[in-house]
């Protein structure tokens, strides 16, 4: 949606309600320091929020839809963080070149509302990009709907799942236990579960 105030902002509804819950889980989980990749930003509205709220941080946004990318430059420019924050990146992911485009040690990759909206692959994808982005200690944290050994957590949830899975066949609310099973494999340890308003989660781990 865009904002109407005739510049590319666009505006994600859910983005408004969920980021103060998101940053106050954030504010636990990320380290005081450092480069932040934000894989999967959307609008950038949570970007720019984050990057206000953790002045200490350097929040790189990025996103693979070229229109989103021109929106996060755009709040970056609404909220006179260019000094601070750089542009997005435009980056899928899967990319095989994802550290070279990043640059520079990121200390924390954090991904909202991604999994459930893509494909698998881009689930398994992300847990082998920060496996390999983070150096050891580095945090990842993974926001969105999940269910639990194969169950759903609310009604709900599942005709969100049934909604998503008619949209796209390869997209579906992803099971945290099979999350938890894959980001083990990828060598990451369970740091913590945080349930969300709207039966949603964060799951933290360390590298
Ligand atoms: C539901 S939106 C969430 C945006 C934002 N994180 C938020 O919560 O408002 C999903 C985002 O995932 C991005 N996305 C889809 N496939 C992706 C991929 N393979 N790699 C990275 N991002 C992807 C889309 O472009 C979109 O911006």
Redesign the pocket.
């Known amino acids: 949606m865009t904002t109407g105030f005739g510049d590319e902002r666009l505006l994600?509804p859910?983005?408004e309600r969920?980021r103060v819950p998101i940053g106050d889980v954030l504010a636990d989980q990320l380290p005081s320091t450092g480069l932040i990749l934000?894989?999967?930003?959307?609008?950038g509205?949570?970007g720019v929020t984050f990057q206000k709220r953790f002045p200490d941080l350097i929040w790189q946004c990025?996103?693979?839809?070229p229109e989103?990318c021109r929106s996060i430059d755009a709040w970056i420019r609404h909220e006179q963080l260019t000094q601070t924050m750089p542009p997005a990146l435009q980056?899928?992911?899967?990319d095989a070149n994802l550290a070279k485009q990043l640059g520079a040690p990121a200390q924390a990759v954090v991904?909202?509302?991604?999994l459930h909206?893509?494909a698998w692959e881009?689930s398994v994808?992300l847990l082998a990009q920060a496996a390999t982005l983070l150096p050891s200690g580095g945090k990842l944290c993974i926001?969105g709907p999940f269910s639990v050994d194969g169950r759903h957590v609310s009604d709900s949830n599942r005709s969100f799942d049934a909604s998503l899975r008619q949209r796209d066949p390869t997209w579906g609310v992803r099971d945290q236990t099979v999350v938890l099973q894959e980001a083990g494999a990828a060598g990451f340890t369970l740091q913590d579960i945080t349930l969300m308003p709207a039966n949603n989660r964060m799951i933290s781990w360390v590298r």
């Open positions: 994600f859910a983005t969920n934000e894989i999967a930003s959307g609008s509205e949570h990025s996103d693979p839809d989103h980056m899928d992911v899967r991904a909202i509302n991604l909206i893509s881009c994808a926001y």
